[in-house]
């Protein structure tokens, strides 16, 4: 139930809150931009880990790829594949597990990985990571988001009103409630925050080369980290 309220709210957060929006845009800029202009994106396979209800996997699939989305939640996948079904994408497909069991795609199997906002919930982070890298063809790339940070809901709301205004704060309600909504309810794993030193490590343990480090989201509440499977070109 918590997974379908939360499924339900995103829906409504994803159209209208600014940093998400920016935060979309911006993973999306890096996903065309390893990929030559001259490339067919149908041809081009991304795996979206942790896809939840399937907004952005839509809108990678909407920019001419194909795409898998991946979720531990069966309830989110429903909703997924009700959208996916409403725009009849037949280059999008969503599938109910979790890569960190080694057993749902064969090796190299992706051009891209993307993973936004779910590390830090995960049991086993570090097995999704090396998931996502044993996944990847050699050469392929990925992009991470993790929060560094627990979300207070009032301290952010205040640092936002006090920043940018009193109508900022307000639209930042849209997110922020309900995500306090879904860290309260949600089962207790983790979180794990990483910053840019335990980050950085833990991809390159798992054989990734970082390309570029940053951070995004919220006043700089979460980080990005762009990799590449294998070393530089």
Same mark, same amino acid.
């Given at each position: ?25 911006e993973v999306l800029k890096l996903v065309e931009s390893s990929v030559p202009d001259s490339a067919n994106r149908r041809e081009i396979r991304i ?20 795409? /898998? =989305? ?6 989110? %996948? ?7 079904? #409403?725009? &009849? ?61 627990? /979300? =207070? ?6 640092? %936002? ?7 900022? #704060?307000? &639209? ?13 309810a949600r089962s207790r794993t983790g979180p794990h925050y990483w910053d840019e030193a335990a980050f950085a490590a833990h991809l390159r343990e ?25 070393g530089a070109a």
């Open positions: 139930m918590v997974a379908i309220g939360y499924g339900v709210v995103y829906d409504y957060i994803f159209e209208r809150f600014e940093p998400y929006q920016s935060l979309q845009q795996l979206e880990l942790g896809c939840g209800p399937g907004n952005f996997a839509l809108k990678l699939a909407e920019a001419g790829f194909s795409v /898998v =989305g991946l979720d531990r939640y069966a309830s989110l %996948i429903d909703l997924a594949r009700e959208k996916r079904q #409403a725009k &009849r994408l037949a280059h999008l497909a969503f599938q109910h597990a979790d890569i960190a069991t080694g057993t749902t795609f064969r090796d190299a199997s992706f051009d891209q990985v993307v993973n936004i906002h779910s590390l830090y919930v995960h049991a086993a982070p570090d097995r999704l990571v090396s998931e996502a890298y044993r996944v990847l063809k050699p050469g392929g790339h990925a992009v991470f988001v993790n929060h560094t940070r627990r /979300v =207070g809901q009032w301290s952010t709301l205040r640092e %936002i009103w006090q920043l940018n205004g009193f109508a900022a #704060a307000l &639209r930042a309600v849209l997110w922020v409630l309900p995500n306090a909504v879904f860290e309260a798992s054989g990734f080369t970082i390309l570029e480090l940053r951070r995004t989201f919220l006043r700089g509440s979460s980080l990005l980290v762009w990799a590449r499977k294998g």
